[in-house]
């Protein structure tokens, strides 16, 4: 059955928190404040947070950065998974991505046709991996960062979760 087997162990991982954005600051920053907040209130770390602009050459370096740091386990991008001509976060985390997560990003719409219908065709929402770590890219909205965390990755990324979970496969991520 699915859901939490609380005779396992916890596992605390590191993540790593990218608001992509032209105009949102540290005091504006709603939905990278959400993410946060739901990622410590489930025992997980926010090992770095920044805001980047919608420069895909910007976003590329630095999740590029972090993918080579091995104490980040997962980043988690908001914001630039529209359609309009500054939309770069899809094309930069694509990119990077040595394997694509397509399921990710179909449940991702999948639940947020439940709060916004049709609406959700305008996301990108995409997920892969990247030398051993995991990259999520969600909407700027904190609603669908809300949608994503409590419908798909605080399931995904805590250990205990039956049947499957992204963590328990880390130590594999990078095999050969």
């Not at 091995?70 to 529209?82: K, R, S």
């Not at 947020?112 to 929402?125: L, P």
Request: contains cysteine; proline residues 3%.
């Amino acid at each position: 059955m699915a859901g939490i087997d609380e005779s396992r162990t916890f596992v605390s991982i590191n993540i790593a928190v990218l608001t992509v954005s032209d105009t949102r600051t540290e005091a504006n920053d709603t939905s990278g404040d959400v993410l946060a907040t739901r990622i410590t209130d489930k025992g997980h770390c926010v090992i770095d947070r920044k805001i980047l602009p919608d420069d895909q050459d910007v976003l590329v370096k630095q999740m590029s950065a972090w993918c080579d740091a091995p104490e980040v386990d997962v980043i988690l991008t908001t914001g630039g998974t529209g359609v309009t001509g500054r939309d770069v976060t899809v094309e930069a985390h694509r990119k990077l991505y040595e394997k694509e997560i397509p399921g990710f990003g179909e449940l991702f719409r999948w639940l947020s046709y439940q709060t916004i219908g049709t609406s959700t065709v305008q996301s990108r929402a995409t997920a892969g991996v990247c030398r051993g770590t995991y990259m999520f890219a969600l909407p700027g909205s904190t609603g669908a960062c809300k949608d994503a965390w409590d419908g798909i990755l605080h399931h995904q990324l805590d250990i205990r979760h039956r049947p499957c979970n992204f963590v328990e496969l880390m130590p594999r991520l990078t095999e050969v």
